[in-house]
């Protein structure tokens, strides 16, 4: 009789057991189309992924992919938008500039810690960094972490280039969770990750030691990502007829076009690199801080002396214009 009740107990047990948790047997045992749909495109992108979980910030888990430089920006996009940040943004901010300790005059500093967290978190923006733990990454990595507003995290998505990664090696996995440290001795041309970015993006050209090799496709990704926002409506603006850019599809939101701007602080070659390729290769506008130093403050300069030299031939334009009327009433 005691075997019985014993046998009875667990069936009901057992029967509980599975009617409590029906999903996730479902989703175990007959995985739905978007997972696999989801696993497919990482396996197509992706030479590694995973997550890593940082020593220095416990609480963040951080998504990664690494892939090649060759890589389909549009794969790129639908992984971010599809399996990483499932909200459209209103506004994507890129910023870049100098690599190296970088220390802002206090001032300028405020101004640009409050700005950037304002809009970000009011927006929901995404903000997008070379994703390394030194000169501008790092201060944007700190402003994030200083987000009030746990209930509306910030997406910060690094993209930077595999062969400088310090600590790179652990990072050759296939879905699993590393610990991320910093290594106690880096190489030559390496630096650690920011412990504060929530995705990032390597981009394997083969080379080492040689930053830079994420620019064109971090600039490629960021055009796709605006749908070329600016650049329609600069053309439309001219009275160039161009076609909507919303596409049909089963998510709408997602093929709409999301602006993007170019934030650009201090900076050196690689910085000019970067605002080539977003200004004039993909349409991106950029916000250039006069008074970080280096390459900002040239960019000013030259912007004046560009305005200057455009005031001088409107002038001489319509010196000339007068002249011309000047000699054409004489000659009646």
Known sequence: MGDVN??????????NFV???INE??????PDDHGRASNQLIQLISKSHGTITFMDNKSNRAEFIR????ASVENVKELINKEWCLKRPSLAISVTGGAKNYNMKPKLLRAFRRGLLK?????????????MNAGIMKLVGEIVDMNPSHSRPIHLIGIATWGCVAGRDKLKVRGETVVYTKPITEEKGTTPLEPNHTKFIFVDDESEGKYGGEIKFRSRLEQVISGDFFGARSRAGSGIEFQTLTTPSLHPERSDPVPVVLLVVEGGPNTVRTVYEAVFKNNIPAVIFEGTGRCCDLFAKAVRLYENIKQLEDAEKTSHQKLDEHIKSASL
Not at 119 to 131: D, N, Q, R, Y
């Open 19 to 21: 009617s409590e948790n």
């Open 67 to 70: 892939i090649a430089s060759e």
């Open 6 to 15: 014993n046998a009875s107990l667990r069936r009901v047990s057992i029967q």
């Open 119 to 131: 809009v970000a978190s009011t927006t929901g923006a995404w903000i997008i960094t070379g994703g």
């Open 25 to 30: 047997i479902k989703l175990t045992l007959v």
